[in-house]
């Protein structure tokens, strides 16, 4: 995918677009303001070593798909963060995923950053035939976020551990290309 660049994707809200290292602190904020002894962090801590490591390496992967980790704006603020990457080759498919600062949650910002990303992905990645996603299965708000973009729930993922060593069980989420409705 020669030439291939991190899009920017404006819906009624909001601005998705790629992350830059000015935008260090905000992430910081929100990856340490949400509960990730509760549902888990990606990125390993937040910490500032721990969230500089992740916004260098997220900048480097800039222009080399099939993973693209990008900001949620609203108002010029960065609230939050989307990523897509892609989980199997045949059938194409593509992992979604999301992280919202606590204060914005219940908005509505998390769905229609999710509904424009996939809006996105639909029409740039054409042979893409389904896409994925994996929530805690205690996280009922993500849950009913997927539930509004048309993702079915599909199967629990069993024997994840939380930070504080808890079970952590995940709810895979499915949607078919043809199921998405922008």
Known sequence: MSGWNPPKIK?????????AVSDLQDVHTFTSAYSARRYGNWLGGTDAASVAR???DTIARYGRPPRCDLGITHNHNLIGGVVFRQVWLSPPAMEVGWVL?????GQGFATEALRG????LVQA??????FEARVH???VGAQKVLDRLGFQAEGTLRGGVDADGSCADSTMYGMLRAEFSP
């Open 11 to 19: 819906t009624e809200r909001l601005v998705i677009r790629p992350m």
């Open 54 to 56: 992740y916004v260098a």
């Open 101 to 105: 600062h606590p204060d914005m949650a």
């Open 117 to 120: 990303m996939l809006g996105y």
């Open 125 to 130: 990645f054409g042979d893409v035939s389904r």
């Open 137 to 139: 299965s205690a996280d």
